[in-house]
């Protein structure tokens, strides 16, 4: 039987002192006695039983009921106007101004407000309780060791738990992050599964800050830069939508499902323009369609992604990188492991794709270019991140060690140029910087069971969020080592780029030197097949002579022999041998001990 007293308390009063009083014995519960229970025991006589000399301590735990808070706002206006005067009206609140200020009675508050006034002011000058005292000081971040650690967690509130596929902070601040919930195993969606996607507020990880419905779940979202209440979304049956925040939670405007993609729409970025309502997007279906926002019924332009221009889609798009210092210039992830490099103000379709780096076994799941030098940019695929210069298109110049389980997404630390992140199937994160360390990652962190599928950093560079294959999606805040540039880093990360460009530029030109000799060589054969084979024929012949030279010479010793041991035999010369034979050097050794061998009497 178990006894439960519940002790109950205010939260105002958690902490304070326990006042006792004496107060009469109460009996609690009361307990009959069973004497059937005698037969079941045995009395111990004499018992035994140890005393330790050590106070006996118990552990007690004690929490609060989860309490779900919302945000509700007030407007205020203005007010303490007369009755009879109405604030909007301009004329009649002058009036009553003037008719106050001419009153006694205010203008006795003022002179003595105004000498307390006065009296303050004079003390803010004389201290600025504002001032800093240290702020000529540089901090080192070095010092600090590379660590992160957990803020919130957002949960996806629904029952069947889909996957965070995408994420996008907030432009102005960051308060708030949109993520995009999608299941994206083909044919794996459970029957009743929410298509919802949220918009979630950083300090309230309970309740989402606002929920987005689209006709079919999101697979990618991204915020406006320009106007933080607008944001698109591609949704899983590629068409692409449109919500302003400040009118509802449904899509403002949808594309038409016949000018949309035919596959899942991965990757949506907003272009930099005059009105700031262009964008473009990509899918696997092997196209790249340009919107503007403000009339989706089709894109703009389209891009097909054939690099063999033959006019028909050969590589299916994944990710997208577009740089605002360079407007006509884009980037394309394809799946089968192929980075594109297209220019948007090219003459010709054909000519759109300037340059193609393949590198990759896998999708290209994460490409973008590095925010200090944009020449150099990284890519994360199959079981690598590599790092490569437009310069060189045959291979990367640097690049991660193997791991063993795949990557999923990755992006460069705004802030400093030498840090990069990758995530992991495992769920690891795993943060790199080339100036402590190139081999190995600087920090690995274990950020959920599940594997990552997304991640994005904060413009301020230290926060991180990361999004799980079960929904939740995990807010880190970064140490200021790897929020903070270090000293000289920007220098130091263009020399080692430089230096890693200018070995592979070399390496690039010596294996193009031996292609050629390779080359050269199998030409050369080509022209002379005949005296090729002419070659092998005398090399046969000389063959057949030697083995026909060798088997006359072991029977005429066999037949020397032989002689030797018949009697009263005539020391006589029986047979004269004439070699004719076209030998080389060593051949002539065994003639020699062959005349030897051979007696003429």
């Known amino acids: 039987m178990e006894i439960v007293y519940v002790y109950t308390k205010k939260r ?17 519960v009361d307990i009959p006695v069973d004497d059937s229970l005698k037969e079941s025991f045995i009395e111990r006589n004499p018992c035994e039983s140890a005393i330790q000399c050590a106070p006996e301590m118990s552990e007690h735990e004690v929490n609060t009921e989860r309490f779900e808070t919302q945000s509700r706002g007030i407007n205020h206006v203005e007010g303490g106007w007369p009755k009879d005067i109405n604030p909007a009206e301009v004329e009649q609140t002058m009036r009553f101004r003037k008719k106050v200020e001419k009153d006694e009675v205010y203008i006795q508050a003022i002179q003595q407000l105004g000498s307390v006034m006065e009296h303050t002011i004079k003390q803010n000058n004389a201290v600025d309780i504002y001032e800093e005292y240290f702020d000529d000081i540089v901090e080192d971040g070095c010092a600090e060791p590379p660590s992160a650690k957990t803020i919130n967690v957002f949960r996806d509130p629904n029952e069947h738990k889909r996957t965070a596929s995408n994420i996008s902070w907030y432009p102005d601040n960051a308060q708030k992050l949109a993520v995009a919930y999608s299941v994206l195993e083909f044919q794996r969606s459970p029957p009743g599964m929410s298509m919802d996607s949220y918009i979630w507020d950083v300090e309230s990880p309970n309740k989402p800050d606002m929920t987005l419905k689209p006709i079919s779940p999101l697979v990618c979202i991204e915020y406006n830069p320009k106007d933080p209440h607008c944001l698109v979304g591609g949704q899983y ?19 038409a499902i016949s000018n949309s993609h035919s596959d899942p729409l991965y990757k949506c970025i907003f272009l930099t323009s005059k009105t700031g309502t262009e964008c473009f997007t990509t899918s696997t279906d092997g196209q790249v369609l340009w919107w503007d926002i403000r009339k989706m019924a089709e894109p703009t332009e389209t891009l097909i992604l054939d690099i063999t221009k033959k006019g028909k889609p050969t590589l299916g798009g994944i990710s997208l990188e577009y740089e605002p210092t360079m407007p006509t210039k884009f980037m394309v992830g394809t799946e089968q492991g192929i980075v594109l490099s297209c220019n948007r103000k090219a003459k010709s ?52 060690k193997f791991h063993k389980s795949y990557l999923t997404d990755g992006c460069w630390s705004p802030v400093r140029p030498a840090v990069f992140f990758t995530s992991r199937m495992d769920g690891c994160l795993d943060v790199w910087d080339y100036m402590f360390k190139q081999n190995d990652p600087t920090l690995s962190l274990q950020v959920c069971d599940d594997a990552l599928n997304c991640l994005r950093i904060q413009d301020s560079g230290s926060l991180m969020a990361c999004g799980s294959h079960s929904g939740n999606v995990t807010l880190l805040e970064l140490s200021d080592s790897l929020s903070q540039q270090q ?17 592979e530029k070399i390496l690039e030109s010596r294996y193009r030197e031996l292609k050629l000799k390779e080359r050269a060589k199998s030409q050369q054969g080509e022209e002379k097949p005949a005296a090729d084979e002419d070659e092998e024929d005398a090399d ?62």
């Not at 105002?12 to 609690?28: H, I, P």
């Not at 049956?237 to 949808?254: C, H, M, Y």
Request: a negative charge.
């Open 349 to 400: 379709p054909s000519e759109r794709i300037v340059a193609n780096y393949s590198g990759h076994y896998g999708p290209v799941y994460a490409l973008q270019r590095n925010p200090f030098f944009p020449k150099n940019f990284l890519t994360v695929g199959d079981w690598t991140a590599r790092i490569w210069s437009e310069d060189l298109r045959e291979s990367s110049i640097m690049w991660t």
């Open 487 to 503: 000293r000289n880093e920007k220098a130091s990360v263009n020399q080692i780029f430089e230096r890693e460009t200018k070995r």
């Open 237 to 255: 049956n590629g068409q692409l939508a449109f919500w302003d925040t400040r009118k509802g939670s449904q899509p403002i405007e949808v594309s």
């Open 12 to 28: 105002e009063e958690f902490g304070r002192q326990c006042n006792f009083t004496d107060r009469t014995a109460e009996s609690l």
């Open 540 to 601: 046969e012949l000389i063959d057949e002579a030697e083995k026909n030279f060798w088997f006359t010479v072991e029977q005429e010793k066999m037949e020397s022999r032989r002689r030797r041991r018949m009697p009263n035999s005539d020391h006589v010369v029986e047979r004269v041998f004439i070699f004719n034979l076209v030998v080389g050097a060593s051949d002539i050794t065994d003639v020699i001990e062959f005349l030897s061998d051979v007696i003429i009497l």
